[in-house]
């Protein structure tokens, strides 16, 4: 198993997943684990990972928390292109959602647990920010979470019965 955040074919991997190399050649992952400064971060669920040392949490990134509050921002701002500034309040939103708690445990991002009230944040904040770059739609403050909430998806499903066939 590969325990590595970039196996050796550049592809993520997990620390409970094979990664995709090993799996399609069968000789197993030849990454050398990182001497990187750059924090290791991944697209696969929450895991622990010791460097150096010392035990660090490692999140999600910008698939999970930033790409689903900038387009639902997008969406609500009704923004035609979305600029590197709301890029950047998206980052801004999503650093200032670590705890000092979360950041003790060596994690870069919040806990997963938390994706939907960040997600909420950073679109809420890229509304208000598209709406000040005069790019968005001109909602007032008091209006944009409750629009933002009005926008958002609910995971909801009707009820499942199963049909009865008749003559079977």
Known sequence: MCSRVRCCSGRTSSNTTPCACSTATGTGCRASTTTSKAPPRSSWPEFRRRLAGRTHVIGQANNAF????????????????????????????????????RLRQGGLYPSQSEL??????????????????????????????????????????AAYHPLRVVGT
């Open 116 to 157: 939907r009230a960040v997600s909420k944040q950073i679109a809420i904040r890229v509304v208000r920010a598209a709406r000040d770059g005069g790019i968005g739609r001109a909602l007032r403050d008091e209006q944009i979470e409750d629009t933002v909430d009005a926008a958002m998806w609910f995971p909801t499903y």
């Open 66 to 101: 930033v790409f689903p509050g900038i387009g639902l921002g997008a969406i609500v701002a009704e923004v035609l292109e979305v600029s590197d500034e709301l890029f950047l309040v998206a980052a801004d939103t999503l650093s200032d959602a670590v705890t000092a708690s």
